[in-house]
C-alpha cells in the first residue's frame, strides 16, 4: 500500500493536456499577448516566462487586492508584467527590475505593443542594487520575485520594506522541479529557495503558503506571502 491515498503517476503530458483543458474556458485568445509571445521567440529569450494560468492568477489577485503599485524583480520579455499592468487603474505603476540588456530592450518593445508604457517602468541592472534604492517604504501593494533564485532572500527582505502591511508577495519556481525538498540538489539557486523558506519561517510579520504546481511549465510551485 503506498502512503499516498491520491497516488496516480501521471506525465507531464497529461498535467499539460489539464492545464490546456482549464486554459481553453477560462482564459481567451489574445492577439497582443500572441504578438508578445512571437517577438520574444524572435529575439531567441528563453521560454522561461509564468505559464498564462499563472500570469492570469497574478493579474487576478492583483485586481483582487485593487493593487495600485506593483513591483516585480525579473523582467525577461515583459510578459509576467502585462498581465499584472492590465489590471492597475490609470494612475497606478508597475515597477520591474531587469539585468539583462536584450531582455530590457524586448520588454520595453512589448510593454509598447501592449499600451502600458505609461504604466510599466522597467529599471536596468542588477537587482539587489537598484531596488534596494526604490521606495518610499509600504508605497506598494504587491510584488513579484522570479529573478535569480540565489537573490531570494534578498530580494524578499527588500519587498517586505517596500510592500505595505496587508499586501502580498509572490516568489516564484518554489519546487523547480523537486529539486527543493531533494537533499541531493545543493546547487545555489536551490539554496537560495531554501534560505528563503528559513527566513519566512522566523518573520512573525509574514504568513505564507506554497502552492504547488503542475502543467505545461512541469512541477514547480510559488509561495504567497503575506506581510502582516
Ligand atoms: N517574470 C518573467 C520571467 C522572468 S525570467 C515572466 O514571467 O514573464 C528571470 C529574469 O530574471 C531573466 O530575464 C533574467 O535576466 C533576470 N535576472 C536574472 N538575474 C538578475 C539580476 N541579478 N537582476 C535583475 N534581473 C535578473
Ligand atoms: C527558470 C527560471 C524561471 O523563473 C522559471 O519560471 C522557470 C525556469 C530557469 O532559470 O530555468
Ligand atoms: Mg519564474
Known amino acids: 500500500m503506498s ?30 499577448l500572441d504578438a508578445v509571445r512571437a517577438n520574444c521567440v524572435k529575439n531567441d529569450l528563453p521560454d522561461i516566462a509564468v505559464s498564462d494560468a499563472e500570469g492570469k492568477h497574478l493579474n487576478l489577485l492583483a485586481q483582487a487586492i485593487g493593487a495600485k503599485r506593483i513591483l516585480e524583480v525579473g523582467t525577461l520579455g515583459g510578459y509576467s508584467a502585462i498581465l499584472m499592468a492590465r489590471a492597475l487603474p490609470d494612475d497606478g505603476e508597475l515597477v520591474s527590475f531587469e539585468v539583462d540588456d536584450k531582455h530590457v530592450k524586448v520588454s520595453r518593445e512589448n510593454i509598447e505593443t501592449a499600451g502600458l508604457s505609461a504604466k510599466i517602468k522597467v529599471v536596468h541592472g542588477p537587482a539587489v542594487e537598484t531596488i534596494s534604492q526604490l521606495g518610499p517604504d509600504a508605497s506598494f501593494d504587491m510584488a513579484f520575485i522570479d529573478a535569480d533564485k540565489e ?32 537533499p541531493s540538489f545543493t546547487d545555489e539557486a536551490t539554496e537560495g529557495v531554501r534560505d528563503l523558506l528559513k527566513l519566512i519561517q522566523q518573520d512573525p510579520e509574514i504568513e505564507a503558503t506554497t502552492i504547488s504546481t503542475v502543467g505545461v511549465r512541469g512541477f514547480d510551485g510559488f509561495t504567497w506571502a503575506l506581510r502582516k
Open 3 to 32: 502512503e499516498f491515498k491520491y497516488q496516480h503517476n501521471v506525465s507531464n503530458e497529461e498535467w499539460a493536456r489539464a492545464e490546456r483543458y482549464h486554459n481553453s474556458f477560462l482564459i481567451p485568445q489574445d492577439k497582443i
Open 151 to 182: 537573490n531570494n532572500s534578498t530580494y524578499f527582505t527588500q519587498a517586505k520594506r517596500l510592500v505595505r502591511k496587508g499586501g502580498v508577495i509572490i516568489v516564484d519556481n518554489v519546487n523547480r522541479y523537486g529539486r527543493i525538498s531533494d
